[in-house]
Antibody, heavy 120, light 113 residues
Framework: QVQLVESGGGVVQPGRSLRLSCAAS????????MHWVRQAPGKGLEWVAG????????HYADSVKGRFTISRDNSKNTLYLQMNSLRDDDTAVYYCARSPITGGNYIDYWGQGTLVTVSS | DIVMTQSPDSLAVSLGERATINCKSSQSVLYSSNNKNYLTWYQQKPGQPPKLILY???TRESGVPDRFSGSGSGTDFTLTITTLQAEDVAIYYC?????????FGQGTRLEIK
């Protein structure tokens, strides 16, 4: 079955960097668009970034543009989110998520999430 | 960016009754070339990731009970849960995937009255 397992979260100081990973299994990873979505504690969902199946198209939320980079390694079935210049308001659970192969950039599967805490 | 606004923010409904949640987009999410509304609904229970309920505004995801239905077009959409069950207690989010950034509504908390 489809599995998305995030890792790399933790506590980091403001201004520092962190890289999240998402290991995908149970489907043909290289055929699917992927996303990162975050949720601050007690808050709603915020779409962060998306990447096409082959990595050629990338999109970002305005709040992370220029600081975060989404990428993928289809040979390793892994999605990444490089987060630089982290701020307090980047504190959130970060979910890795998949778009369906049939079209449309909605999300049909979600990982369990990894918590990133930005604090001095 | 397209702004998604849900109403109400919270809702209490008796078991067996109907729950209705609204979602309004700041611009149309209807793509004229295929006549599809790029609007989805998710359900999130405490401590869990969101779960897809409906896509293309009204297409039910596999395995989702038929008491969940979606309607609307253009800028105004509705999620309806008929015959509310205890397991439907959750926060519900709409999201547009018409254009990036793919914005979410603020969420509607559904409780049992």
């Amino acid at each position: 079955q489809v599995q998305l397992v995030e890792s790399g979260g933790g506590v980091v100081q403001p201004g520092r960097s962190l890289r999240l990973s998402c290991a995908a299994s149970g489907f043909s990873f290289s055929s699917y668009g992927m996303h990162w979505v975050r949720q601050a504690p007690g808050k709603g969902l915020e779409w962060v970034a998306g990447i096409s199946y082959d990595g050629t198209n990338k999109h970002y939320a305005d709040s992370v543009k220029g600081r975060f980079t989404i990428s993928r390694d289809n040979s390793k079935n892994t999605l990444y989110l490089q987060m630089n210049s982290l701020r307090d308001d980047d504190t959130a659970v970060y979910y890795c998520a998949r778009s369906p192969i049939t079209g449309g950039n909605y999300i049909d599967y979600w990982g369990q999430g990894t918590l990133v805490t930005v604090s001095s | 960016d397209i702004v998604m606004t849900q109403s109400p923010d919270s809702l209490a409904v008796s078991l067996g009754e109907r729950a209705t949640i609204n979602c309004k987009s700041s611009q149309s999410v209807l793509y004229s070339s295929n006549n599809k509304n790029y609007l989805t609904w998710y359900q999130q229970k405490p401590g869990q990731p969101p779960k897809l309920i409906l896509y293309w505004a009204s297409t039910r995801e596999s395995g989702v009970p038929d008491r969940f239905s979606g309607s609307g077009s253009g800028t105004d959409f509705t999620l309806t849960i008929t015959t509310l069950q205890a397991e439907d207690v959750a926060i519900y989010y709409c999201q547009q995937y018409f254009s990036s950034p793919y914005t979410f509504g603020q969420g509607t908390r559904l409780e049992i009255k």
